[in-house]
């Protein structure tokens, strides 16, 4: 059975490892105001009238899902068993969020109980909030069943500051992974310490915890497949990769990386709802799983590590621990 079969068929197996509930409860004005002026600039010089307050209210008006319920139809529409929510925690960094880091905690729990097996929750705490971030963070994982870290270097420090080595020991201890933000963002942040490098010398410290350089396969991908390729404990998702289809239809970018023979290190992701104004759920996995789609020139196998099974291998050691 191709997974093409399986997604017309009522058991989805598909794990997205990244995306994040569309709401502004989460994401900062600020943020999004950043990202919509690249867009702005692009239409513009395609001789294409746009305004950045109404592409603005365009986007908002997608980011109207703080339950999880329009994602939930979504993923099934698209064969996508379950989806990983990250927390980017930009409240130390950007001062216009609705919410406080430790009640956004408390807005994905309640999405991660309202749709049982849907979702797992990567919490993320910005360092510099200190031994309060780091109890929450702990809580996360004992308490409400959150399966890893979020790191966001973008907003002002490395992956490798010593300050994240006690959340780094947490992930250890309870044998979660830890998901970074990997190359440009939204313009409000800092580009400068985005780089997969950053990561290498907390991967050499802490060897039994697995890292996910995000959006491996359209930024800085030559270091991203070098650091797969050589540290054991260092992965990569194909996240943004829709960021290119405007251009590239064929998703060429994932077809690359899976055509590396790093397939047990790559994982699916669709970075939802950044995406939502080029397409649904369905649409993304469909560039990839359709016929000549970026993933044909693999075997089952290896098509089976790419969309879900290598996903599952490390969100399953953290429930085998905690059960
Ligand atoms: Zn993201």
Redesign the pocket.
Known sequence: MTIMDDRRTETPRIIDC?C?IASEDHTPRSFIEGSVANMVVALSAQGIPVNARKLTTMFLSKMQDPLGDGLVTEMAEGGIRKSVL?I?DFTFALKDCKLTIEESFAKHLEVLRRHPDKFEVFGGVDPRWGKDGLALFERSLVEFGFRGFKVYPPCGFSPSDSALFPFYELCAFHHVPVLL?IGPTSPVLDFSISSPFLIDEAARLFPTVNFIL?HGAVSFVEECVMLCRFRPNVYLDI?GYQATLGYDPAASAVKHIVSLGISHKVLFGT?FP?FRLQGEQKNFVEVLTGKNGALEELNERERAMVLYENAERLIKSAVAVAA
């Open positions: 990244h994040h990250l980017a933000h995000a996240s970075d950044v």
